[in-house]
C-alpha cells in the first residue's frame, strides 16, 4: 500500500468508523495507519505527521479525547516545522 493511500484510505475510514460505528471501519484505519508508521519510520519528515494524525483519528474513534488532542497537535506542529501547509490545515480541522 502507498503511503498517500494509506493515509487518505486511513483519515477516511476512521471517519466511516465514527459515523457508523461499524467495527469493519476502524480496523482498516488502523491496518492504514500502522502501514504509515512504518513510512514515518523511515521518512520522517514527509510522514510524520500525516501518521500523527492518524494517531489522533484513532484516539477520537476510542473517545479519549485528551490524547486525541495531543495527536492533533503534534499533527499540526510536525506539518509547520516540515512545510506541509495543507496538512496543517488538515490537522487543525
Known amino acids: 500500500q502507498h503511503a498517500f493511500q494509506a493515509f487518505h484510505m486511513g483519515l477516511i475510514s476512521f471517519w466511516l468508523a465514527r459515523n457508523s460505528r461499524e467495527q469493519r471501519w476502524y480496523e482498516r484505519g488502523k491496518r492504514s495507519k500502522l502501514a504509515l508508521k512504518k513510512w514515518a519510520e523511515s521518512s520522517c519528515w514527509t510522514f510524520e505527521?500525516?501518521?500523527y494524525l492518524?494517531?489522533?483519528?484513532?484516539?477520537?474513534?476510542?473517545?479519549?479525547?485528551?490524547?486525541?488532542?495531543l495527536f492533533y497537535e503534534k499533527a499540526t506542529s510536525s506539518a509547520k516545522e516540515h512545510?506541509?501547509?495543507?496538512?496543517?490545515?488538515?490537522a487543525c480541522e
Open 49 to 51: 505527521n500525516k501518521w
Open 83 to 90: 512545510k506541509f501547509v495543507h496538512e496543517e490545515a488538515l
Open 54 to 69: 492518524l494517531e489522533a483519528e484513532e484516539s477520537y474513534c476510542n473517545n479519549d479525547f485528551e490524547v486525541a488532542k
